[in-house]
């Protein structure tokens, strides 16, 4: 792939086709061998931290209601008190991932990866997210903000 035209919508445009290359591929790899969480924690650096640096009048700021965490994909996450819109989620979720201030919740004791867990500095919950919800949420924030970007680019 070549370079870069806008990297700020190429290099998210690209980061969730990582995503979605890898879970085509998951399959052909064992179960010991599939790193699909740990590739998308990587990814959130483009698809998180990237926009919130550089484009973030960009980040939708809806009211995170009910109804929008249901169109987020959230049906069993959870977000932290005070957070009240979207994006407020997404700084937060930044400075989470920034300061790798993630946890992995596993639900029994085959310590598969059940939930993302997203805290503030100091330990308090930014997010609690369910591990298959994470690339549907990804992929809703994603597709809000790219139309937001192509709108300013007069696309």
Known sequence: MGNYRNIETDFIQRTIRLIEQYNELIANHDFAEQLNYTLTINCLLGLIVMPKERVITF??????????????????????????????????????????????????????????????????????????EMVPFLKFYTQALLQNLQRRNGL
């Open 59 to 132: 980040i939708p700021n809806d009211v995170l209601t009910d109804a929008y965490k249901r169109d987020l994909g959230f049906e069993q996450s959870d977000i932290g008190q005070g957070i009240t819109r979207f994006r407020d989620l997404i700084h937060q979720l930044r400075n989470s991932i920034a300061h790798f201030k993630i946890e992995v919740e596993s639900e029994n004791d085959d310590f598969l990866v059940d939930y993302l867990v997203f805290n503030h500095e100091n330990g308090s919950l930014v997010a609690r997210i369910k591990a298959t």
